[in-house]
């Protein structure tokens, strides 16, 4: 087992995360135990965040103390993932769908490290008073905004990083994904610094890891 970010691992093709809950899955993920730790299976086809370590992002702000906004959580999966390696931060987890936060809510229940929001990302002052401090904002929305939501969420809390997850097909499906990844670098590159940005095939089709600061 190979440590190739703080408290991100690798053994063979996959990836894992030492679990802060034993005993307990997420998704139905792998255990693996090493010397008498347990890991979790880290799937790149189901976190897109796994998807860009395995592209061999360089560029890694979410570490054991990072205080994350992770907008667009869904039911929590890659939340939890953040919650093993972030366990002496905090992940303010921001989800608008009544049904995929029932089963987030499921997940922050056993782990303390983990605040369910139940909020529109576009409306960053519904959930100012609970945020109460984070140096990372990460963002994966399927909505034809994404950018402009990025953009005003990373503004309003003068956030230091940024991952934005880009979903070019849920920007302009009759675009080519490349040009739109095009036009979003563009933008970004107005007020931020890209530190990398890759293509997220074969795990994710038509998306983008852009890391910015």
């Known amino acids: 087992m190979k440590e190739i970010f703080p408290s991100i691992y690798k053994e063979g093709k996959w990836l894992y995360t030492k679990n802060l809950t034993p005993g307990k899955r997420i998704s139905m993920e792998k255990l693996h135990v090493v010397n008498g730790i347990e890991y979790r299976s880290w799937n790149p086809y189901r976190s897109k965040m796994a998807a860009a370590i395995l592209k061999k992002c360089s560029h890694m702000p979410i570490r054991d ?5 992770y907008l667009g959580a869904a039911n929590g999966t890659t939340a939890s993932y953040f919650s093993d390696i972030a366990t002496n931060g905090m992940i303010y987890a921001v989800e608008i769908s009544f049904q995929a936060m029932r089963d987030l809510l499921k997940v922050c229940k056993e782990r303390k490290n983990t605040l369910p929001i139940m909020g529109d990302a576009r409306r960053p002052d519904e959930y100012e008073a609970m945020v109460e401090y984070f140096d990372v904002v990460y963002q994966d929305i399927a909505q034809r905004d994404q950018v402009s939501i990025f953009f005003k969420n990373m503004k309003k809390f003068d956030a230091e990083e940024g991952i934005l997850m880009v979903k070019a097909r849920s920007i302009d499906v009759s675009m080519k994904p490349e040009k739109v990844f095009g036009k979003v670098k563009e933008e970004l590159r107005n007020d931020f610094q890209i530190k990398e940005a890759l293509p997220l095939h ?12």
């Open 202 to 213: 074969p795990y994710a089709r038509d998306h983008m890891a852009i890391f910015v600061e």
């Open 65 to 69: 103390d990072s205080y994350i906004l």
